[in-house]
């Protein structure tokens, strides 16, 4: 999605901004199956996050400027940054993910279609 804001293009912007729409409807139906295994308070934070997507989708999808991508970017670097981390050791800190690179921060997607920021 940053590729997608940096280039400027409203048509590419509304591509990437989909895309990302599309993996958080995935996710909105998944917590709401009721096969859905996720603790309930969890599963009520990441709906809240998904309708929180929701609105600022439609409000770019009206109004499609750059800057209104910045915070559907920083979400998605901060859920990615979660799911990166180990779980936290008894009595200790979580662990970095095995996957971080020297910096402690997550790998780039790959260009060719990653949706996250």
Known sequence: MRE????????????????NWQLWTIIQAELLSPECTTPIE???????LAKF????TVEF??????KRLDIL???NR????GLYETPKEE??????????????????TPSSGGIMA
């Open 73 to 75: 970017i920083s979400l």
């Open 61 to 66: 999808i009206s109004q499609p400027e750059a």
């Open 91 to 108: 009595g200790g800190e979580a662990r970095p993910g095995p996957a971080e690179d020297s910096k402690g921060e997550p790998p780039a």
């Open 42 to 48: 969890l599963r009520n934070n990441a709906l809240s």
């Open 78 to 81: 901060e859920i990615a940054g």
């Open 53 to 56: 997507i929701d609105k600022h």
């Open 4 to 19: 997608a804001q940096e280039s400027t293009d409203p048509e590419t912007m509304l591509a990437a901004i989909r895309l």
